[in-house]
Nanobody, 123 residues
Framework: QVQLVESGGELVQAGGSLRLSCAASGGTLGNYNMAWFRQAPGKQREFVVGISRTTDRLMYADSVKGRFTCSRDNAQTTMYLQMNSLKPEDTAVYYC????????????????WGQGTQVTVSS
């Protein structure tokens, strides 16, 4: 089964940019539907973006459209989340997730999760 490790989170000022990485081991990302989620303190885990394993179709949450971009490397071992024009409301722990069957915006549909990386956007 695939193991996922996120990195790249840090403190950044509003308007700045960050790139998060999700490194996979024990499996190829191309075999999984992948997604980024985030969870702010006291809030439910929220879908950010997903990428289909069969079509590479991307699905973005309205709150990040035009600011965030999701991609995978050619070796299919790392998924990235480029975040631009960051806002304080983007502050959260960001998680990557994978599932070999389901592709949706619901956290419960993903079987594999990383440990998360903290993104803090100061105003």
């Amino acid at each position: 089964q695939v193991q996922l490790v996120e990195s790249g989170g840090e403190l950044v000022q509003a308007g700045g940019s960050l790139r998060l990485s999700c490194a996979a081991s024990g499996g190829t990302l191309g075999n999984y539907n992948m997604a980024w989620f985030r969870q702010a303190p006291g809030k439910q885990r929220e879908f950010v973006v997903g990428i289909s394993r069969t079509t590479d179709r991307l699905m973005y949450a309205d709150s990040v459209k035009g600011r965030f971009t999701c991609s995978r490397d050619n070796a299919q071992t790392t998924m990235y989340l480029q975040m631009n024009s960051l806002k304080p409301e983007d502050t959260a722990v960001y998680y990557c997730a994978a599932d070999s069957l389901r592709y949706s915006q619901f956290p419960s549909h993903y079987a594999y999760w990383g440990q998360g990386t903290q993104v803090t956007v100061s105003s």
